[in-house]
């Protein structure tokens, strides 16, 4: 695993196993006390611990870009990449459409060689961060990809963007 995912995949097992163990958010009492279920929402956005993981995603994917060659070399070593139908298949298991499966396979896989790499997953969840790009189509897509793997509620907290990440890195291990 390269340092890239490594920081991300530890940031996020952190806040899905805080999450988990119910010292997450203090809002969480208010939500469960709401008998009425979530309204759908047209914009999913991100909680403080989600936008702090893209944060993270993103700074990654733009120290990868800038031609780090120790990380480079590290990653292409290690094989670093999903095929775009293991892919497919993690997409699934969120309740992807097949349209949605081609519309994210399409806008993780940024040159096109048929696998997402780590830097382009990186890159991709990234790009789900701050006001500018986390309203983009493919943002949009992704984010509601997790809330829907998820509690649907129309945000993404940092368990479901942990969850999204994390099998991203169990399909990366599987082998091909």
């Keep these: 695993m390269t340092p890239l995912i490594s920081g991300l995949a530890s940031v996020a097992s952190l806040l899905f196993n805080a999450s988990s163990s119910g010292a997450a958010k203090p809002s969480a009492s208010a939500r469960g006390s709401d008998a009425s279920p979530a309204e759908p929402s047209t914009q999913i956005t991100l909680s403080k611990e989600a936008e702090a993981l893209s944060g993270v995603a993103g700074q990654s994917a733009a120290a990868s870009t800038r031609g780090v060659a120790a990380r480079s070399s590290l990653a292409s070593s290690q094989g670093g990449s999903v095929s775009a139908e293991s892919f497919g298949e993690l997409l699934t298991q969120f309740g992807a459409t097949q349209a949605q499966k081609e519309q994210l396979t399409a806008g993780f896989d940024a ?53 999204f990440s994390m099998a991203f890195i169990a399909a990366e291990k599987r082998p091909a």
Excluded: C, P
């Design 111 to 163: 040159n096109h060689d048929g696998n997402i790499s780590q830097e382009e997953f990186m890159k991709g969840l990234g790009d789900t961060s701050g006001a500018k790009t986390g309203n983009s189509e493919l943002s949009q897509a992704i984010l509601q990809l997790m809330d829907q793997g998820g509690n649907a509620n129309g945000v993404v907290d940092g368990k479901e963007f942990a969850q």
